[in-house]
């Protein structure tokens, strides 16, 4: 056992941590009592590899996309209700259009609408950066608690940008909690495997307002979206703030996608100097909410029989769901039947 190994040990005996090191598809918060911080880690394995592999994108297309689901799952599992946290972006790039939903508490699905002439010219001109391949345009973030409630929805303007970039606006502008994030997506082969497998890590970090505000309770979804108070418009970086993002700006790609890595011991890796307090884990998988009755409704409520006469081929209706590419089919004298 290397030293670091044990010093990790101890600091994880001590923060009574009486539970195994969190793995793959789990997110874990934490808090910077000292720095008067807290945050989140996203550990994404399998269930990413499935959402990537499933559409066969292009690597920078792929990668952009993962980058995205990391980011929706940072935030969509903070949500304290039952309901949805949508992201998405719409913009002139290579990549014109993301949509991740993730369902709360752990559910991911995510799909990319790309050109594939635009980024094949973007390829040869080595502009394949998630920045680039987004072009300018705006993103959406959209919390949905069900029928019967208002959407809260903010959205911000993409102007050449990466989702890291983005995201930090996106909390000082909506939110008004300065918010700093790391996003990291990478494919790794282990002995064994047929293809190298997509993974990916993320982890966010929040300055607590001084108002009292409780140390979970102001993520999108928890707190009031609205309040023009909740950081004073004078604020001045506190210095526990300043080092609490100096240390996340020292964290590697490799070192948030690392299968040997687990959150626990990159915290300590981090932040052991000032002091962190982990809480247990959540865990995420890939989860698409598509079904048959679904777009059943939505074919009979949304279309006229001529229109449903006109969508067939072969005497068939056949929906395919952009997330999870499973197909549907449909007679359309069925619903003429019912009509």
Same mark, same amino acid.
């Given at each position: 056992?290397t030293?670091?190994?044990?010093?990790t040990?101890n600091?994880l005996?001590?923060l009574g941590l &009486?539970?195994p090191?969190?793995?793959? &598809?789990a997110?874990v918060?934490?808090?910077l009592?000292?720095?008067d911080s807290r945050?989140?880690v996203?550990?994404?394995?399998?269930?990413l590899d499935t959402?990537?592999?499933?559409? &066969?994108?292009?690597?920078p297309?792929a990668?952009?996309?993962g980058e995205?689901?990391?980011?929706s799952?940072l935030?969509?599992?903070s949500?304290k209700?039952?309901?949805?946290?949508?992201?998405?972006t719409?913009t002139?790039?290579p990549?014109?259009?993301?949509?991740v939903?993730?369902? %709360?508490p *752990?559910?991911m699905?995510?799909?990319a609408?790309?050109?594939?002439d635009?980024?094949?010219?973007?390829?040869?001109a080595?502009?394949?950066?998630?920045?680039?391949?987004?072009g300018?345009?705006?993103?959406a973030?959209?919390?949905?608690?069900?029928?019967?409630?208002e959407?809260y929805?903010?959205?911000?303007?993409?102007?050449?940008n990466?989702?890291?970039e983005?995201?930090?606006?996106?909390f000082?502008q909506?939110?008004?909690?300065?918010?700093?994030?790391r996003l990291?997506?990478?494919?790794?082969?282990?002995r064994?495997?047929?293809?190298?497998?997509w993974?990916a890590?993320?982890?966010?970090i929040?300055?607590?307002?001084?108002?009292?505000?409780?140390a979970?309770?102001?993520?999108?979804? *928890?707190?009031d979206?609205?309040?023009? *108070?909740?950081?004073?418009?004078?604020?001045?970086?506190? =210095?526990?703030?300043s080092?609490?993002? %100096?240390?996340?700006?020292?964290?590697?790609d490799l070192e948030?996608?690392?299968? =040997?890595?687990s959150p626990?011991?990159?915290?300590?890796?981090?932040?052991?100097e000032t002091?962190?307090?982990?809480?247990?884990p959540? *865990?995420?998988?890939?989860r698409?909410?598509?079904s048959a =009755?679904?777009?059943?409704?939505?074919?009979?409520?949304?279309f006229s029989d001529a229109?449903?006469?006109?969508?067939a081929?072969?005497g068939?209706?056949e929906v395919?769901?952009?997330f999870c590419?499973? %197909?549907y089919?449909?007679?359309?004298?069925?619903?003429?039947?019912?009509?």
């Open positions: 056992m030293t670091e190994q044990t010093m040990d600091l005996s001590s &009486d539970r090191e969190t793995g793959d &598809d997110v918060p934490f808090t009592d000292k720095l945050g989140r996203v550990r994404l394995g399998a269930a959402i990537l592999s499933r559409h &066969d994108y292009p690597l297309v990668r952009l996309l995205a689901v990391v980011l799952a935030i969509g599992s949500l209700f039952e309901g949805r946290f949508i992201l998405q719409q002139d790039g990549v014109n259009l993301i949509v939903d993730f369902d %709360a *752990d559910g699905r995510g799909y609408r790309f050109d594939q635009a980024l094949l010219k973007a390829a040869e080595g502009k394949t950066s998630p920045a680039d391949l987004l300018k345009g705006h993103l973030m959209t919390i949905d608690q069900g029928e019967h409630t959407r929805q903010g959205i911000v303007a993409l102007d050449d990466s989702l890291e983005v995201a930090h606006t996106y000082m909506s939110e008004q909690i300065p918010t700093q994030v990291a997506v990478a494919q790794m082969s282990t064994g495997d047929h293809r190298p497998r993974r890590g993320g982890m966010l929040q300055h607590l307002p001084p108002n009292g505000l409780s979970m309770a102001d993520l999108p979804g *928890d707190g979206f609205d309040n023009p *108070d909740m950081v004073d418009p004078d604020f001045v970086e506190a =210095d526990g703030w080092e609490a993002k %100096a240390l996340l700006g020292t964290v590697g948030l996608s690392d299968p =040997d890595l626990e011991r990159l915290l300590f890796r981090l932040f052991h002091g962190v307090r982990v809480f247990p959540q *865990d995420l998988e890939e698409c909410t598509c =009755d679904r777009i059943e409704d939505m074919l009979a409520n949304s229109e449903r006469q006109d969508m081929v072969d068939e209706i395919v769901c952009e590419s499973t %197909a089919r449909f007679n359309p004298h069925h619903f003429h039947s019912e009509s």
